[in-house]
């Protein structure tokens, strides 16, 4: 019988001392961090107004109006290339955590800002803040209207929005030059006695292309200073004997996110990888 309590005694203090082990190495729960609502916190409704860097014009003078709690009216003007403003009408919505609007039907382009005290402030075709030296240009300022004249003024100085320093003059833009294909995914490109073309046209923001066979289309989108995107791609339908560089470059369009022109060739890329290069026509 006392063999058997000093059994027992070991084994008590062994189980104690794995449940004391257990008891100090349990995790203790997760905080989640306070995320401040801008939604419910700040008076974000009303007009919004800036002029956003733009690669080949002095920049795009921006009007985005959050009517009221579902719907937006986007108005953009090229500055020194067209006088015809682009309007977009549509609904907007809210991130999880209520911090970004996401406009519904800007897919493609440049579609949520951050909603900050007075201001909106652009974020990247993937809903993510833009970095590096230009960062601070794309914040869209509240606005008041005067009460005798009418004219938008910044919400807080009371002074009006003036439009940013031009963009540096380069010999070939990219919009407005007809650009000549030179090599598609780093494979020189056929000769042909109709030269293989691309062409932007910053007036209403649409791009023409003819590679061997069809006329190609769309609209383009810069949402940054070397960022380009290519929308709502069209093309007629003609039977063709060879389309191969065709079919390739329709299909690279919609991987192209940047661009860059040195001198007189024009880089279209996805990231750091090239796509296509082309040449400037003569």
Not at 162 to 178: D, N, R, S, Y
Request: aromatic fraction near 8%; include cysteine; hydrophobic fraction near 40%.
């Amino acid at each position: 019988m006392r063999y058997f309590v000093f059994l027992l005694v070991p084994l008590a203090l062994s189980l104690f001392s794995c449940t004391s082990k257990e008891a100090k190495t349990e995790p203790s729960p997760q905080t989640k961090p306070n995320v401040i609502s801008a939604k419910q916190t700040l008076d974000y409704l009303g007009v919004y107004k800036g002029v956003l860097p733009c690669a080949d014009c002095e920049g795009i003078e921006t009007l985005l109006e959050l009517q009221d709690t579902t719907r937006f009216v986007l108005t953009t003007r090229y500055l020194g290339k067209s006088e015809t403003p682009f309007v977009v009408r549509g609904t907007y919505g809210w991130n999880a955590n209520e911090t970004q609007i996401q406009l519904d039907n800007q897919k493609g382009g440049p579609y949520a800002y951050a909603v900050l005290e007075g201001s909106l402030q652009q974020l990247d075709l993937q809903g993510k803040p833009i970095t590096g030296d230009f960062a601070s240009r794309y914040r869209l300022t509240k606005m008041k209207k005067d009460t005798q004249t009418g004219e938008l003024l910044v919400a807080k100085e009371a002074t009006v929005v003036k439009g940013t320093t031009p963009a540096a003059p380069v010999a070939f833009a990219l919009a407005g030059t007809e650009w000549r294909l030179h090599t598609l995914l780093k494979k020189k490109v056929r000769t042909s006695k109709k030269p293989f073309t691309l062409t932007l046209l910053s007036k209403d923001a649409r791009f023409t292309a003819y590679m061997g066979c069809n006329q190609i289309g769309g609209q383009y989108i810069m949402p940054s200073v070397d960022g380009l995107a290519f929308t709502a791609v069209i093309s007629t339908k003609m039977a063709c004997p060879d389309d191969q560089v065709e079919a390739t470059f329709v299909k690279l369009l919609s991987q192209v996110d940047a661009y860059s022109i040195q001198k007189d060739q024009l880089l279209l890329r996805q990231g750091k990888t090239v796509l296509a290069q082309f040449s400037a026509a003569k």
